[in-house]
């Protein structure tokens, strides 16, 4: 039988006379089916085999289980609080990773004191707010995916299952998914099939046809390809833990993905209830990761697929340092936990930069110093971490480059390419045909002309100037002038080099400017 879950009250689980009502998540999606689970042992027992999964639902379901012990160990309205905190610390257990079991068993366990009637109220009470929590979450995360991302029908890459059937509605980084397609912004959906039980290709992907939204199944190891060929434009995924400095554990190989993500310039965003971050750790290393029977690997569903005394590693989560994770989105807030680590990457950048600049005194003309930044693109590898400064400084918020002739085209070409976005070229006078914008510039060794074509640059975009180097800031004020003369909007402006002790940032003291070295003029 397939149905929904909005059949049956919107939940994926719930109380019900003296009971806890699941979906049976083993069966997805060749079945619906729910489960009736009387009694704590059963309701471990749900937990471990992952019929109940996903981290806000354990939480909530330890949470409800505690109610249910509660029922169960109480004489006329007195619980039995001994035998109900031995249930709450076996619950708790049941899987060690998720820190949200832990809280949802905790929330509750504060009730017992007040009776059987006040924990299950207090269980009932975060079922409904988890649904509100949700849905502020990923209000949150699509006004953010819809700020970093082009202005067109998304493809997105989600791993595991962070849906309705994860949490007690909505979801977290599906609920997001969801949430776009509602609003026309989804092309389709790749879907990490989640190696080994497949939570991807049996869980996110019935969610994703019971809304009617298109979508693949990703083989797990095809993900970095799929980012490799442009068919990625954001990474959506949930989280079981977030330590203190923004270390987050999740379903097994979504390491791999951050990784992969970082590589190709593509957002990386994880969606998660404030519940999820456990900031008694400091980082991903305390961690306690859950090993999982070799048999969900050397086998599927009874069929044996390795030899028969084959071993296996099969870790339930891996941790994404938090410095490869663009965004942690929370019903409250929005946490770059990555920010202070590219900071520092900024600081190693700047004396890269630095250490391979060539000044030559006198050139063109006397008095003026100029800095060759030929070695710069002869070393592997400067450029894209450029972009990923870049990216970082303006929140991808820019939707074309202008990049300055000459030396500005190669940095232009790099971030527009990097970026996915159009590139103009702002020449000097009498390079370009037809119609063009004109302004006119002083140099630190004479005048100049800088020019666009006519309809190169659109009514509204939103633009970033790039130049090699910034002197007296009158090139890039120029580049500035043609945009704003074509309807444009600045965002910021960009450089490799600036030299000090020249008027350049002054003049330009209106617009975000990054520069990513400094040396003296």
């Given at each position: 039988?397939?149905?929904s879950i ?9 109380w019900?006379e003296?009971?806890?009502m699941a ?9 619906f089916?729910l ?17 109940v999964?996903?981290?806000p ?8 289980g505690?109610a249910l012990?509660a029922q169960?160990?109480?004489t006329?309205?007195?619980v039995d609080e001994?035998?109900?905190?031995a249930d709450?610390?076996?619950l708790a257990?049941?899987?060690p990773?998720a820190?949200?079991?832990?809280w ?5 366990l504060?009730?017992v ?8 109220d207090e269980a009932?009470?975060?079922?409904t707010e988890?649904a ?6 990923v ?10 991302v082009?202005?067109?029908p998304?493809r997105?890459?989600t791993?595991c299952?962070?849906?309705r059937?994860?949490t007690?509605?909505?979801?977290t980084?599906?609920g ?5 397609s509602?609003?026309g ?7 990490d099939e989640t ?8 869980l ?7 809304a009617?939204v298109p979508?693949?199944?990703c ?5 970095a390809?799929?980012m490799s060929?442009g068919?990625?434009?954001c ?6 833990r ?7 554990a999740n ?9 992969a993500a970082?590589r ?10 404030e519940s999820?971050w456990?900031?008694?750790l400091p980082?991903?290393?305390?961690i ?8 969900e690997?050397?086998?599927f569903a009874?069929a044996?697929?390795?030899p028969s005394?084959?071993g ?7 941790v994404?340092?938090g ?10 807030r929005v ?11 900024g600081?190693?950048?700047r004396?890269r930069i630095g250490?391979?600049?060539?000044a030559?005194?006198?050139?063109p ?12 693109y002869?070393e592997?590898g400067l450029?894209n971490?450029?972009y990923?400064?870049v990216r ?5 918020e820019?939707d074309?480059?202008?990049a300055v002739e ?12 990097r970026?996915?976005?159009p590139l103009t070229?702002?020449?000097k006078?009498?390079k370009?045909?037809g ?7 002083s140099l630190?060794?004479?005048?100049d002309?800088?020019e666009?074509?006519h309809g190169a ?9 790039v130049?090699d180097?910034?002197a ?7 580049a500035?002038d043609l ?9 910021g402006?960009v450089?490799?080099v600036?030299?000090s002790?020249?008027?350049?940032p002054?003049r330009l003291?209106?617009?975000e ?6 040396v003296?003029?």
């Amino acid at each position: 039988m397939s149905t929904s879950i909005d059949q049956n009250h919107g939940f994926s689980l719930y109380w019900q006379e003296n009971a806890i009502m699941a979906v049976d998540q083993r069966a997805l999606p060749h079945a619906f089916e729910l489960l009736r689970l009387e009694s704590v042992d059963e309701l471990i027992a749900a937990i471990r085999t992952l019929a109940v999964r996903g981290a806000p639902a354990v939480g909530l379901a330890g949470a409800l289980g505690v109610a249910l012990s509660a029922q169960t160990h109480q004489t006329e309205g007195t619980v039995d609080e001994g035998a109900v905190r031995a249930d709450a610390a076996r619950l708790a257990a049941a899987r060690p990773t998720a820190v949200n079991l832990a809280w949802g068993v905790g929330r509750a366990l504060e009730q017992v004191p007040n009776g059987p009637h006040a924990v299950l109220d207090e269980a009932m009470r975060m079922v409904t707010e988890d649904a509100a929590i949700n849905s502020a979450a990923v209000a949150r995360t699509t006004e953010l995916v819809e700020s970093l991302v082009p202005d067109r029908p998304l493809r997105l890459l989600t791993h595991c299952n962070t849906g309705r059937l994860a949490t007690a509605a909505v979801g977290t980084a599906l609920g997001t998914i969801l949430e776009l397609s509602r609003r026309g912004r989804v092309k389709e959906v790749l879907v990490d099939e989640t190696r080994p039980l497949l939570q991807g290709s049996r869980l996110t992907a019935w969610e994703l046809g019971q809304a009617e939204v298109p979508y693949r199944i990703c083989v797990d190891s095809a993900a970095a390809a799929a980012m490799s060929r442009g068919l990625v434009d954001c990474v959506l995924v949930g989280a079981d833990r977030i330590t203190a400095n923004g270390d987050t554990a999740n379903k097994i190989g979504t390491y791999g993905l951050a990784v992969a993500a970082a590589r190709h310039g593509i957002p990386f965003i994880v969606v998660a209830p404030e519940s999820s971050w456990d900031m008694a750790l400091p980082d991903g290393n305390a961690i306690d990761v859950e090993e999982r029977d070799a048999a969900e690997v050397t086998g599927f569903a009874g069929a044996g697929a390795a030899p028969s005394d084959a071993g296996a590693f099969n870790p339930a989560f891996d941790v994404t340092p938090g410095e490869l994770i663009t965004a942690i989105v929370t019903e409250n807030r929005v946490v770059r936990p990555g920010r202070d680590s590219r900071l520092r990457h900024g600081e190693v950048l700047r004396t890269r930069i630095g250490a391979l600049l060539e000044a030559f005194p006198d050139h063109p003309r006397a008095g003026v110093v100029y800095q060759d930044l030929s070695a710069l693109y002869t070393e592997p590898g400067l450029l894209n971490d450029v972009y990923e400064q870049v990216r970082e400084h303006f929140s991808g918020e820019f939707d074309r480059i202008v990049a300055v002739e000459s030396r500005g085209f190669i940095l232009g070409a790099v971030l527009a390419v990097r970026a996915g976005v159009p590139l103009t070229l702002a020449r000097k006078a009498g390079k370009l045909p037809g119609h063009v914008h004109s302004v006119g510039y002083s140099l630190e060794y004479g005048d100049d002309r800088l020019e666009i074509r006519h309809g190169a640059v659109a009514p509204g975009d939103r633009v970033l100037c790039v130049d090699d180097v910034l002197a007296t800031g009158g090139t890039l004020l120029a580049a500035v002038d043609l945009v704003e003369a074509a309807q444009a909007e600045v965002v910021g402006l960009v450089t490799l080099v600036a030299l000090s002790g020249l008027p350049g940032p002054e003049r330009l003291e209106r617009y975000e400017l990054l520069s990513l070295c400094e040396v003296a003029a």
